[in-house]
């Protein structure tokens, strides 16, 4: 099995965005969540979008949003991923990729293994197991157990977020066997922008990572 793929998320700027590319991200994720440190302008991330463009995923992250929005979003950016972090139910999920022709992931916060059933529910496109800190949707900073992972019983790619860092990519690789891993306050020098050395890092161990 091959290395998985990396999605560096919480990008604000298109510089980090660039970089991120450059060292070969699958894709970068913008944040639309009003709430977030990390919260990405609509301008800035249609700049991004513009640049871009088929070179690497485009991935929006919303939580309770409205469809009209996301939908808004995704055509002015130019989304090809839309992330669903909030209570979504999975016909929403469904009509996200309807009206936006974009691919979707939902994600969960794990607290326990009923947060990975949780996900048997939703036919997206990708699955995202994240992290939990109470109040957040996402960016917590703060791994799950990697070891709930094993039970989830669907065949849609998994992505592994919460927590990752160059130190310990390698090992949530090995322990999950997922798709992708996600990562934003790991490879940041402050909440919404990168550390380039940081990011090089983190991208350097995942791609050398190796499945069990």
Excluded at 3 to 26: F, H, M, S, Y
Excluded at 111 to 127: C, I, M, N, P
Excluded at 176 to 196: C, I, L, M, Q
Aim: net charge neutral.
């Amino acid at each position: 099995m091959e290395a998985p793929r990396a999605k560096i998320c919480g990008v604000t700027r298109l510089g980090d965005a660039q970089l991120a590319a450059e060292l070969g991200a699958w894709a970068v994720g913008m944040v639309f969540f009003p709430r977030s440190r990390r919260r990405c302008t609509l301008a800035e991330a249609e700049t991004i979008g513009a640049a871009l463009r088929r070179r690497v995923e485009l991935a929006g992250v919303f939580v309770n949003a409205t469809l009209d929005e996301i939908a808004s979003v995704s055509e002015r950016v130019g989304l090809t991923l839309v992330q669903l972090h909030g209570d979504e139910g999975p016909a929403f999920c469904a009509e996200v990729a309807r009206r936006t022709g974009a691919r979707t992931i939902k994600a969960v916060s794990v607290r326990g293994a009923f947060s990975v059933h949780e996900l048997e529910r939703f036919h997206t496109d990708y699955h995202l197991l994240d992290g939990h800190a109470p109040g957040q949707h996402g960016g917590t900073g703060e791994p799950f157990d990697w070891s709930l992972a094993a039970l989830r019983r669907a065949t849609v790619p998994l992505i592994i977020g919460g927590g990752l860092d160059a130190a310990n990519v390698g090992e949530a690789i090995a322990a999950t066997r997922p798709f992708a891993v996600d990562v934003a306050s790991g490879v940041e020098a402050e909440p919404g922008v990168k550390d380039p050395q940081r990011l090089r890092a983190f991208l350097d161990a995942a791609q050398a990572a190796v499945p069990a």
